[in-house]
């Protein structure tokens, strides 16, 4: 079963808005990660923020979590048609990992 | 990209039939990962392998196995196929050095596997 969710499911903005996708889990972990996803192409891994840390940043990006609230988010800031893909949360639990759904970003210039 | 490579890209095959997914990769990673995706389901884990010869199930194995021979190599088989194991697959690396902490994933180009 899947362990993150990820909200919304399709997300649809203009060339440099900021696009923010949630990410909830069940269980503890180790860590969060968030992979990119091209149509039809393998995921490539964006980021990844530890349970013991609260923020991370990797340049246009930035990546929250909340263990108390079982909940991570992810920031685009000052999008660009490029970044149009579907964006999945990961959670990392003693090497079991599991994948949301997705959320579908669409990039409009 | 061309890291972990998955054969064939795409796939045609009919109900019963036995079919092969191969995956190689030249990163030097010791763990190797199966998933299929589905529409709106994301990725589920089908079987993964820790090292040669070492086999563990996922939350989906029913229907397929796996082969691990070789370090740089993972294939998936499907004994008997079936419609609704048309998916898109991938397969994955990853590497223990970085211990638990990490299980950072690289993911092939993923083969479309359509059984009519």
């Known amino acids: 079963s899947q362990q993150g969710e990820e909200d919304p499911q399709a997300l649809s903005i203009q060339e440099g808005e900021n696009a923010t996708m949630n990410c909830s889990y069940k269980t503890s972990i180790n860590n969060l990660q968030w992979y990119r996803q091209n149509s039809g192409r393998g995921l490539v891994h964006l980021i990844l923020i530890r349970s013991n840390e609260r923020e991370k940043h990797s340049g246009r990006l930035r990546v929250t979590l909340d263990t108390s609230k079982k909940s991570s988010s992810l920031l685009i800031t000052a999008s660009r048609a490029a970044d149009t893909a579907s964006y999945f949360c990961?959670?990392?639990?003693?090497?079991?990992?599991?994948f949301g759904a997705g959320t579908r970003l669409t990039v409009k210039p | 990209d061309a890291d972990v490579t998955q054969t064939p890209r795409n796939r045609i095959t009919k109900t019963g039939k036995r079919i092969m997914l191969e995956c190689s990769q030249t990163?030097?990673?010791?763990?190797m990962y199966w998933y299929r995706q589905d529409p709106g389901l994301g990725l589920r884990l089908i079987y993964y392998s820790f090292d040669v010869k070492d086999i563990n199930k996922g939350e989906i194995s029913d229907g397929y196995s796996v082969s691990r021979q070789a370090q740089a190599k993972f294939s998936l088989s499907l004994e008997s196929a079936i419609p609704n194991q048309t998916a898109l697959y991938f397969c994955?690396?990853?590497?223990?050095?970085?211990?638990?902490?990490?299980?950072?994933?690289?993911f092939g180009a993923g083969t479309r596997l359509s059984v009519l």
């Open positions: 990163k030097g990673h010791d763990r």
């Open positions: 994955a690396t990853s590497d223990s050095q970085g211990g638990i902490a990490k299980n950072i994933q690289y």
């Open positions: 990961a959670t990392n639990n003693n090497n079991d990992m599991r």
